[in-house]
């Protein structure tokens, strides 16, 4: 039942926006929110996740919870002094620990030659703890970026030759919610409700050092944009129509260029999320999936329904 304004708390009626992490969410559900934390006050802040999101219906397409929106809009609510949250119960994610190299991820011999030499190549998704805790140390030691935990849905891959021989990794992760030179590039300026999880973004893309073999980087990208739509559809159960990725401006993009993908301009100085400002602008590249992914994008969406 809906709550009249004398109902609410004053810092919720005094809020300049609803929209929190990308959510247009009623004040009434934020007073829902802030009571469900204040009269469950043993549960922890996961099982407190979990229970906004079976509130507000917020689930995958597979039926799992999105339990990181759900913390990220509890989080933002404790900044906004709204509710308060219990203590953590060990370290977040951004408290990740640094990895350490092992013999597994060691330099290796130089491999060049022509390209035909390698193939066919082969994009292996990762899969199991062991496979993905070489594929998080190649990326630690290796990228410029070096490695985080990625959240939510994902995909990791290992590039591959026809001996088995390991060339590099990817990694596809959720799209940002918040990038206007794409945005106005769909045409999403008067879309309220947009499908992002219809995008994907390439998060890492990292060659090994010792593999200097030319145009393998295009080849890979061409092989993983054949690949990704239906290993994406398979396990997370959304067809993707688009792909972006962010190169910074000590490349130039050239693979992206040279597999056709779109450029579209930079990135402004805020964070993926509208919440923190990004370090320096990068060059936006674009790559569609299908024909049609402009109709499938500005298709209209209904919103989730709450109790």
Known sequence: ??????????????????????QRLRRSQLADI??????????????LGHTVCEHLRWQTPR??????????LLEALERLSILAL???????RGRQGPLSPGERSAPQAPLDGPLPQLEPLRLRLVSGRAEAAL???????????????????????FLEDRQQRLLGCLLYDFAARYLPVRDRWIGWQDQPRRPLERIVRQARFLLFPWVRVKCLASKALGLSLRQLAADWQRIHAVLPVLVETYVSDQHKGTCYRASNWHYLGQTQARGAWGTAPAKTPKAVFVYPLQRDWQTV????TRPARSR
């Open 135 to 157: 594929w998080n140390e190649f990326l630690a030691r290796y990228h410029p970026l070096g490695y985080r935990q990625p959240i939510g849905c994902h995909l990791r891959y």
């Open 86 to 92: 219990p203590a953590r119960q060990g370290p977040g």
């Open 1 to 22: 039942m809906a709550r009249s304004a004398a109902e609410l708390d004053p810092r919720i009626v005094r809020l300049a926006s609803t929209t929190l992490c990308g």
């Open 34 to 47: 802030q009571e469900i934390v204040t009269s469950l006050p043993l549960l922890s802040r996961t099982e």
């Open 63 to 72: 039926g799992s919870n999105r339990i990181q929106l759900a913390m990220r």
């Open 297 to 300: 994008l500005l298709a209209p």
